[in-house]
């Protein structure tokens, strides 16, 4: 990439992190509101930190967002580098071969230049190693708490949007079974795919930031059926993919998952900027329930 296609690529991320603050801080307070109107009383104390007013805030001390990790979802559309059987082959698709690694050499350079930008203009550390064992650890504990029923660790670890699928769905399950999930393996490394900085605005310090990890496992589920203890353990063990979005506090290290996302298929355009407040909301919705059916292989015919 050239300097002057780096600094271009540069200068439209500095506005995309702008244009997706500015987004978030006009419109997160009538949109979580709306669909969690219980979620105003709670915002008291811990969820609600600092509260600093624009323009009466200490100079000194940087103002925090009023608004905490567990109510962000996601709320953003990016592209994820299709894998294995989602990559069209050069022999039998050369031009959708070419517009993918077109595609993802596009990718590499605004992951680049994020990074860039919160070394150099928000001053923001790098510690890649250290989130990538963080987000490991959440993912784990996250779905053994889901197992076991643990509604107050579901909530630690997760936002208001994950966290409420995963409570309907633990409301719908069988009491008389019990679960065990356990992480077998790791098939490769987890791989950051995404990294967007959030709530940026007029130089002031990055707080948020949602990384988006993917996530190639194998897994094992125990079903133990404790009415009837003659019935037979079911276990059953299975390759899993996911790609994982979790929102980091940059000042406490606290790390919650935020939601999950799929590969962008080659057939399809690159996702665009979201920029309706109801797109957004929708967003975070969907993309709450980690445990949504994923879609199938694609069609390059």
């Keep these: 990439m050239s300097f002057v296609r780096a600094s271009a690529s540069a200068s439209t991320e500095v506005s995309r992190f702008r244009t997706g603050a500015q987004l978030i801080s006009s419109a997160r307070i009538s949109l ?120 107050l660790t579901v909530q630690k670890l997760s936002s208001m949007f994950v966290s409420g699928h995963l409570e309907d769905r633990i409301k719908n399950m069988d009491k008389n079974w019990k679960l065990k999930w356990q992480l077998v393996e790791f098939v490769e490394e987890p791989k950051l795919v ?55 506090d940059m000042d406490s290290g606290e790390m919650r998952a935020a939601g999950s996302v799929f590969e962008t298929p080659i057939t399809k355009p690159v996702p665009s900027i979201t920029t309706s407040v109801d797109l957004i909301r929708q967003s975070m919705k969907v993309k709450g329930d980690i445990f949504r059916k994923k879609p199938g292989p694609v069609k390059f015919d």
Aim: charged residues 30%; hydrophobic residues 35%.
């Design 32 to 151: 979580i509101y709306k669909d969690f109107p219980g979620l105003k009383s709670k915002c008291t104390s811990d969820l609600w930190r600092y509260n600093a007013v624009r323009g009466y805030a200490d100079s000194k001390v940087p103002a925090r967002s009023s608004v905490s990790a567990s109510a962000l979802g996601v709320a953003s559309n990016d592209y994820i580098p299709p894998t294995g059987v989602n990559k069209p082959s050069l022999i039998k698709y050369p031009k959708l071969f070419f517009r993918e690694k077109l595609r993802k050499a596009v990718w590499s350079g605004k992951m680049l230049a994020r990074m860039g930008m919160l070394r150099l203009r928000y001053k923001r550390k790098m510690h890649l190693r250290e989130w990538k064992e963080d987000a490991k650890s959440t993912y784990i504990e996250l779905n053994e708490a889901f197992a076991e029923r643990d509604l």
């Design 194 to 248: 995404d990294l967007s900085p959030l709530d940026m605005q007029n130089g002031e310090p990055v707080i948020y930031m949602q990384l988006t990890y993917k996530l190639n496992t194998i897994q094992k589920l125990e079903m133990e059926y404790t009415k009837n203890k003659k019935v037979p353990k079911k276990v059953e063990e299975k390759k899993v993919l996911d790609y994982i979005v979790f929102t980091l």
